[in-house]
């Protein structure tokens, strides 16, 4: 009997603790961002590139990164996008994004994606259409040879990169 109590209490344990780390990871995860600003800067994988909504928050532009916010605008629209088509996001992005691309022709940036927030932003108030400046330097190949890393601003540097990143 006192065996059978001890492998009892000792799943228990088990059970407790395995309960406790769940908790303190799930605590633990950062809220995305509702509100992008100008400037911000990300480090994209291809599945982030992908995703309609943003993944992850901005990192330091000191820091390696893919992309930079280069405008946020007010979602257009009345409806949450994810009520509307791909094509009828892709075109309401295509107008405002391109209307705010100012970096020179021979400028380094020269590719934008987009991103508008996931259901559960929107339902915290997140309406934004984010559009982000990148630098694809290869139109085949895998995703960290088509899209360079750099660290600094090139927001701010109207959108030149330095030479020991090419």
Same mark, same amino acid.
């Given at each position: ?8 209490? =000792? *799943?228990?344990?088990?059970? /407790? ?6 908790? +303190?990871?799930?605590? !633990?995860?950062?809220?995305? @961002? ?10 994209? =994988? *291809?599945?982030?590139?992908? /995703? ?6 901005? +990192?330091?532009?000191? !820091?390696?990164?893919?992309? @930079? ?98």
């Amino acid at each position: 009997m006192k065996h059978k109590i001890l492998i009892f209490i =000792s *799943a228990l344990v088990v059970v /407790a603790m395995a309960g406790t780390a769940f908790v +303190l990871t799930r605590s !633990q995860t950062t809220a995305l @961002e509702l509100k992008p600003k100008i400037g911000n800067c990300y480090l994209f =994988s *291809a599945k982030e590139f992908d /995703a309609p909504s943003p993944l992850t928050n901005p +990192l330091p532009c000191a !820091q390696m990164h893919n992309a @930079e916010t280069y405008w946020v605008a007010k979602w257009p629209l009345k409806l949450v996008p994810t009520r509307y088509s791909d094509d009828l996001i892709h075109d309401v992005a295509e107008r405002i994004c391109l209307a705010h691309w100012d970096f020179p022709d021979d400028a380094n940036l020269n590719y934008w994606a987009y991103f508008y927030p996931s259901p559960a932003q929107w339902a915290e108030g997140a309406h934004w259409l984010r559009c982000d400046a990148m630098v694809q330097s290869y139109t085949e190949g895998g995703f960290d040879k088509q899209y360079l890393k750099w660290p600094g601003s090139l927001y701010l540097d109207n959108g030149f990169l330095e030479a020991p990143f090419f």
